[in-house]
């Protein structure tokens, strides 16, 4: 598959990059941001992948979280995604903030008109990781993955929806129950339709209860004066629960005076 590269910048000894290529899951152009560093240039380096929030681009995470020079210094390759398809052309995708461009929830679309395009569940764990393996050096067996809010969510699923894939999943303020918020309710019934039973196929909180307990290191990063946390839209504290009951470990860290956006915004 043909990588366009579209700008690359040294920093800390390392480059960050940003490529195109035509997405067969996604049946679009997509983006993603590639930080290489200078272990890189003699060898295979462990893979983590980051995953954005709501609105958010390929641009947001590499532009303003900071993350490049611990990036350098344990030798990752950091990979960031775009949040959705872009210019797909349906009818309503950039209607609202919460769903549809920018908002794609990484989730595989059962309903139509989406789930010709959004499929980025499929496009995360199988078609991106395929495309960075054959064409960076990358060590597939170490591989890792993050995210904030929606993806924090996104990147909770993916773990847990594949034991032995990632590991460890770090998630910063991550929608963490998605089958019982406003923003959960609105992207699932889209993109996955009215039958709530299938919903729980992309809820952390339920996949977690029947995670088979291959080892996977599980943290949670929460701002304690998170707005979207006191108004329901977070709920850790069910997958917290849920995770006691499997007795699957878990760090949860409740940190003070941060909100939502604390992280790279």
Same mark, same amino acid.
């Given at each position: 598959?043909?990588?366009?590269?579209?700008s690359s910048?040294?920093c800390?000894?390392?480059?960050?990059?940003?490529?195109e290529?035509?997405?067969?899951?996604?049946?679009?152009?997509?983006?993603?941001?590639?930080?290489? =560093?200078?272990?890189?240039?003699?060898?295979?380096?462990?893979?983590?992948?980051?995953l954005?929030?709501?609105?958010?681009t390929e641009?947001?995470?590499i532009?303003?979280?900071?993350?490049?020079?611990?990036?350098?210094?344990?030798?990752?390759?950091?990979?960031?995604?775009?949040?959705?398809?872009?210019?797909?052309n349906?009818?309503?995708?950039d209607?609202?903030?919460?769903?549809?461009?920018?908002?794609?929830?990484?989730?595989?679309?059962?309903?139509? =008109?989406?789930?010709?395009?959004?499929?980025?569940?499929?496009y995360?764990?199988?078609?991106l990781p395929q495309?960075?393996?054959?064409?960076f050096?990358?060590? =597939?067996?170490?591989?890792s993955?993050?995210?904030?809010?929606?993806?924090g969510?996104?990147?909770?699923?993916?773990?847990?929806?594949?034991?032995?894939?990632?590991?460890?999943v770090?998630?910063?303020?991550?929608?963490?129950? &998605?089958?019982?918020? &406003?923003?959960?309710?609105?992207?699932?019934?889209g993109?996955?339709?009215?039958?709530?039973?299938?919903?729980?196929?992309?809820?952390a909180?339920?996949?977690?209860?029947s995670f088979?307990?291959s080892?996977l290191?599980?943290l949670?990063?929460?701002?304690?004066?998170?707005?979207?946390l006191s108004?329901?839209?977070?709920? =850790?504290?069910?997958?917290?629960?849920?995770?006691a009951?499997?007795?699957? &470990?878990?760090?949860?860290?409740?940190?003070?005076?941060?909100?939502?956006?604390?992280?790279y915004?």
């Amino acid at each position: 598959m043909a990588l366009k590269q579209i700008s690359s910048n040294k920093c800390f000894g390392g480059l960050q990059k940003v490529f195109e290529h035509d997405s067969v899951e996604l049946n679009c152009k997509m983006k993603f941001a590639i930080y290489l =560093p200078p272990k890189a240039e003699t060898g295979k380096c462990p893979a983590l992948y980051w995953l954005s929030g709501l609105t958010c681009t390929e641009q947001n995470f590499i532009s303003k979280s900071g993350y490049h020079q611990a990036a350098s210094e344990h030798g990752l390759v950091v990979i960031a995604p775009d949040t959705s398809p872009r210019g797909c052309n349906i009818k309503g995708e950039d209607e609202s903030w919460d769903f549809g461009t920018g908002a794609g929830f990484y989730v595989d679309a059962t309903e139509h =008109p989406w789930k010709t395009n959004y499929r980025m569940y499929s496009y995360v764990t199988e078609e991106l990781p395929q495309l960075i393996n054959a064409n960076f050096p990358v060590d =597939p067996q170490r591989m890792s993955i993050f995210g904030h809010s929606m993806g924090g969510h996104g990147a909770l699923i993916c773990a847990l929806k594949n034991p032995g894939k990632y590991k460890s999943v770090s998630a910063f303020a991550p929608i963490c129950n &998605p089958v019982l918020c &406003p923003w959960g309710k609105k992207a699932f019934s889209g993109y996955l339709g009215t039958d709530q039973s299938k919903w729980k196929a992309y809820d952390a909180t339920h996949l977690v209860k029947s995670f088979p307990g291959s080892q996977l290191d599980i943290l949670i990063d929460q701002g304690k004066d998170d707005q979207f946390l006191s108004d329901g839209q977070l709920l =850790p504290d069910n997958f917290i629960a849920a995770c006691a009951e499997k007795k699957t &470990p878990v760090v949860f860290r409740l940190q003070e005076l941060l909100l939502h956006r604390y992280l790279y915004y």
